[in-house]
Structure formats: C-alpha cells, structure tokens
C-alpha cells in the first residue's frame, strides 16, 4: 500500500501517539506544535508506551517544525487541537495548502463540523475510542491502540475516504463509519463525565469506594443517553465505551448490583482532556460548553429533564475560571446536585 506524506498538527496525547504509530508504519510524517515543544521532541524523538508500562516504551524520530513555511504540502492534515483552537489553525493551514488538502479533524464534540467546511473541502471526522494521556513533550501513555472511526457529511470522494483510511490502518486501527453522527454523539455521552472527573481531581484521589461518585458519575450519561435518544441517535458500539444497555441499568439499579462493571469501567479512566487543559495546563478553557453545553442544548430542546448534568455544569462554570483552580469535594457536588433537585421540583 502507498504510503503518504502526513502532517500531524498538534503534539498532544493524540497527536503524539497518532505520530507514532503512522511513522512506525513508514509514512512520511511531519508533526506541529509552538517551537519550544519542537526543540524537545526533536531533541528526544517521540517516546508512547501502553497501560502502565513506562519503562519500555516505543521511540521514535519524527520531525516537528514549529513554522507552517518549513512544512512541505502534505497528502493529508490531521488536526489535533481541540475545537477552541480549531479556528485560528484553520486559517493558518488555508493561507498556506489551500481548501483542496483533505482534512482529518479529531476533536471530542460536534463543533469541528461546523468549523472546518468554511475552510476546507475535503474534510473527515474521527472519533478516537482510546484514552491517552501526556507526561511531557512528546511522551505519552495509552490503554490501547486504536480504533478510530472515520465519518464525513459528503464532500469528498469515496475513494478518497477509502485511501485515507487504509493509510491510518496501516498504523493505528481505524475504519469507516458510515453513521457517523451517531458514533459522535454516542462518545459525547461517554465524554460528559470528563467535567466531574475534572472538578474532583480523579487521577490524584482514589473514589473507588464512594457511593455518592459512583451515582453522579453513573447518573450523567444515563440522562445523556436520554438526551440522545430523544434526539434520534441511536447507539454506537465503539471499542471499549459502555454499552447504552450498562448505561442504563447503572442508571436505574442499586449501585450495589452494578458496582462491578462501575469499577472495571472505573478503572480505565485517566487523565481527561478537560483535567489536562485545567489542571495539569493551568488554563480556563476548556471543552465544557462544547460537549456539556452542547447536551443540555439537546436536553432543552427535547423536553429532557438532566439535573445531574444541570448542577455539575453550573459547578464547572464557577469552579473552572478560577486560578489556581482547586478540586472540590464529591460532598460539595452532592449536595449541590440534591439543592438543585429539589429546588427544581418545588
């Protein structure tokens, strides 16, 4: 199979791993990032390892430039920066390859889908069904390999879609998805729970025996799978996620009955994106409104009732534009969940 120059925009959990895999695969890969995250990477090579076994990693070398002008026109740009960035990279990568590159956009939420078409005309989707995590410039962890589901809303030729996704095959499992849509929205659901993992700090405290986390944590995606439903999405069994079915009964059943599957699933959690972008970056923004906003939009629409959801993403609100931020106790969101409950119900 043909291999192609590819240019990986974005050195995070994603971008790096993704960079890894294709360049071990023998494409030609070029990856981007600001210059002091180039000078590191290029000084070390890329550095990813599986679960927790961080003392034999897979090292790479792969070039990262930190100028659009040293990049040579790729065969394919895959754009790893969340959708908060998305605009500003947009522009940059038209101004210099034009609206004709096909475009690879792996963002978590929908709002990648309305950005890219106003710069592009070859534009795909991914839904990434792996966690990875960063440690450093260019060294990251990850629970499994793949896959990715590969969508678009037209626009680009079948064969296109075909070439490229047997390119990424060929380093990280992917496949197309022809109902896309229902794949993005089904990993929403999953991705809700990142704001509450954020707001309790989970990969530095240890909630495996708290009842009350496990029935916040279990009760934001099933009103989430609600919202879905009602807006007709159906379920997409994407590698490794809950299953709507367990979703459901974790939603409905004592906690007891399904503590099980709840600390399996429980223990597949690493560092989110949102934890990543609050805490371990310091920063104030963050992938809320596009993923929690952007399902209590639904909710309204739909006449779904989410007070779970409702509260934890007004605590996000307060919490997040705090510097320092500063992890809040799973009682203090309890207690705000139950206020809002029955303020809501008088």
Sequence with gaps: MSK?????????AIGTTVAAWLGEAGHAV?????????DTINAQGLCVYWGEQKDVPFKIKVPVLHDLEDVSPPDLIIICVKNYSLDGVSKALLEKFGANVPVLGLQNGLENQEILPKYFTRV????VCYNAWVDGAGIAGFQKKGPIAIGHNGGIP???VADIVSALNQGVESFYCKEYQDAAHSKIVINLVNSLTTLVALHENDLSKSVAFQKLLTGMTYEGMKVMKAAGYKESKLGGMPSWLLITAAGVLPSFMTRKPYLKNLKKMVVSSMAQDIILNGGTTSELETINGYVLQLARRHGVKTPI????YEICREE?????????????IWERVSSSKEAKAA
Excluded at 4 to 12: C, E, P, R, S, T
Excluded at 30 to 38: G, I, R
Excluded at 320 to 332: A, M, N, Q
């Design 320 to 332: 997040f534009s705090k510097k320092p931020f500063k992890s809040v106790t799973v009682d203090y």
């Design 309 to 312: 959801n409702d509260a934890i």
């Design 158 to 160: 079948e064969q296109d």
């Design 30 to 38: 070029t990856l981007f990032d600001k210059q002091a995250v180039a």
């Design 124 to 127: 795909l989707y991914g839904v």
């Design 4 to 12: 192609k120059n590819i240019l990986v925009f974005g050195a995070g």
